[in-house]
């Protein structure tokens, strides 16, 4: 893709624009606030229909080389968006804030590893199974078919799309589409389920999603306010940020320090990996890592310095969350307004059995498995590793955005800290870029046994180690709590 600066700006520009738009639309429409549709999913919904797959499909596009309502220049910085600015997200998320020991590290992200893994592993064994005993049999597909909700669902459009010479070397082209689609219901229907379970987590007042004058989708609200304790911390952020020299431009520093320091960690264990295990055409780790969670060490190791030299009264973590808050806005829109809703003609009818089949494990590890191993806030945690089994790493971060906005739960913390641990594995990881080829070579039982005893040893240790820290009033699924 090559494309000029002023191509660029413009492309950001109208995120701009969109996001203004969108907010004024949520505060005139009461049903998108009773939803707790941030202005974010609004414009991004909007723009989808203004694109190439609704309307440019429908009535063409005014410009010579045009998508829809947008010049084809858009559409191709939008989709790059995504990618790059989840590193800001997570690069910020941990700066200007204290940083707790590898204890409280292994206690907050623990039980959302044992969630993260058990909904991967467990997505092989659904598809895996519903392969052997439905899709071959009936309809005569290849049983690699099982590693499509893993491949689409938890590893999303980059993996899916990444992966098409594999699914062409192994004699399974059609699987590299079914991906992508699978990819692509799964971020949709993670966004429509997600949303309709934190409505109704809400309503039976297990969340309180409702955001505060302090969110810029609460901007045009009069019907909340904030509390005496959000305004005595507000005052302190305010008088933090005043002792501060230049905070914008110094904070985005740091982000960009964090970043690079990420970036440089990466390409340092890529290069051991290159002389190593995979120097002769072995199978690759670090290769399929992304740079997002390298960010988020960048940034812990930046935090470290500022506290060991006693600068943290430079570094306001309310401005570092409105930089990780508009970063993830930009995202949002981006990635929501370049969904591909190509249809899948031909296997329509085993694509929406292994979307279903997806959708219902998920929904089963979120609202069974979940509140027996999280032992605090286990839906705001839980919904973020949903919207990740359902597409990418952004819904997660979409839904748990809805669901606590504030982040008073620390959901997003937990969620971060997981990724360590979960993505070199599954999501796009060495297990996601192997299952192809392990399945061939070694056939779709033997996965499917192996699998099988991964999911049961992640539930089993969640259950006997953090389930004993769940109170018995939160093993309920769905259930108004008590006060």
Same mark, same amino acid.
């Given at each position: 893709?090559? !494309? ?14 969109? /996001?203004?738009? $969108?907010?004024?639309? +949520?505060?005139?429409?009461?049903? *998108? ?13 909007? #723009?989808? /229909? &203004? @694109? ?7 009535? @063409? ?23 790059? &600015? ?11 804030? %204290? ?28 598809? &895996? ?7 071959? %049999? ?5 049983? !690699? ?17 990444? !992966? ?15 991906? &992508? ?10 966004? /429509? ?15 309180? %999603? ?9 901007? *045009? ?25 230049? %905070? ?45 969670? *390298? ?26 969350? +409105? ?15 370049? /969904? ?20 219902? =494990? ?15 806030? =286990?839906?705001?945690?839980?919904? @973020?590793?949903?919207?990740? $089994? !359902?597409?990418?790493? #952004? ?20 969620? @971060? ?67």
């Amino acid at each position: 893709m090559t !494309m000029s600066v002023g191509q660029l700006f413009v492309a950001l520009l109208l995120i701009g624009l969109i /996001l203004l738009f $969108s907010t004024v639309l +949520r505060a005139k429409v009461g049903w *998108m606030r009773r939803l707790f549709l941030p202005s974010s999913v609004v414009g991004g919904l909007i #723009v989808l /229909l &203004l @694109g190439p797959e609704v309307l440019g499909a429908v009535a @063409g596009s005014p410009f010579t080389d045009g998508a829809g309502l947008f010049p084809d220049y858009v559409m191709e910085s939008w989709a790059e968006l995504p990618g790059l &600015l989840i590193n800001v997200v997570f690069a910020a998320l941990f700066l200007g804030k %204290p940083i707790p020991g590898l204890r409280t590290i292994w206690l907050r992200a623990g039980p959302q590893v044992v969630v993260g893994q058990t909904m991967a592993w467990g997505q092989y064994v659904v598809g &895996l199974s519903l392969a052997l005993l439905v899709l071959a %049999p009936l309809f005569g597909m290849n049983p !690699m078919a099982g590693a499509l909700i893993e491949i689409g669902f938890e590893g999303g459009h980059g993996t899916a799309a990444g !992966m098409a010479d594999t699914f062409a070397e192994l004699g399974f082209e059609e699987g590299a589409d079914l991906a &992508l689609g699978l990819a692509t219901i799964g971020i949709v229907s993670g966004v /429509l389920v997600g949303t309709l379970l934190i409505n109704i987590a809400a309503r039976r007042r297990i969340v309180s %999603p409702t955001p505060d004058q302090g969110d810029p989708d609460a901007l *045009m609200q009069e019907d909340s306010a904030p509390s005496r304790e959000e305004i005595h911390e507000f005052q302190k952020d305010l008088e933090q940020e005043a002792g501060t020299t230049d %905070p914008l431009s110094i904070h985005l520093g740091l982000v960009g320090i964090a970043i690079v320091i990420g970036w440089l960690i990466l390409q340092g264990l890529q290069a051991i990996e290159q002389f190593t295990w995979a120097r002769n055409g072995g199978l690759e780790i670090m290769a399929h890592v992304p740079l997002f969670p *390298m960010a988020m060490i960048g940034g812990v190791i930046v935090q470290l310095c500022v506290i060991k030299r006693g600068w943290e009264r430079h570094v306001s973590a309310r401005t570092m969350s +409105r930089i990780a808050g508009t970063a993830l806005d930009y995202t949002i829109v981006a990635a929501l307004a370049t /969904l591909s809703l190509t249809t899948l003609g031909d296997f329509l009818v085993p694509f929406l059995l292994l979307a279903t089949a997806g959708i219902g =494990w998920s929904l089963f590890v979120l609202l069974v498995i979940a509140p027996r191993v999280i032992p605090e806030n =286990w839906f705001e945690r839980g919904i @973020g590793d949903f919207g990740q $089994s !359902m597409g990418v790493t #952004v819904t997660g971060l979409l839904l748990m955005r809805i669901a606590d906005p504030k982040n008073k739960s620390g959901a997003l913390e937990s969620f @971060g800290y997981k990724q360590l641990m979960f993505e070199p594995v599954v999501g796009g990881g060495l297990f996601t870029a192997a299952a192809l080829p392990l399945i061939a070579q070694f056939g779709a039982g033997a996965i499917l046994i192996l699998t099988s005893l991964l999911t049961l040893g992640w539930l089993a240790f969640g259950l006997l180690y953090f389930g004993r820290m769940v109170p018995e009033r939160g093993r309920g699924r769905l259930a108004p709590q008590r006060h």
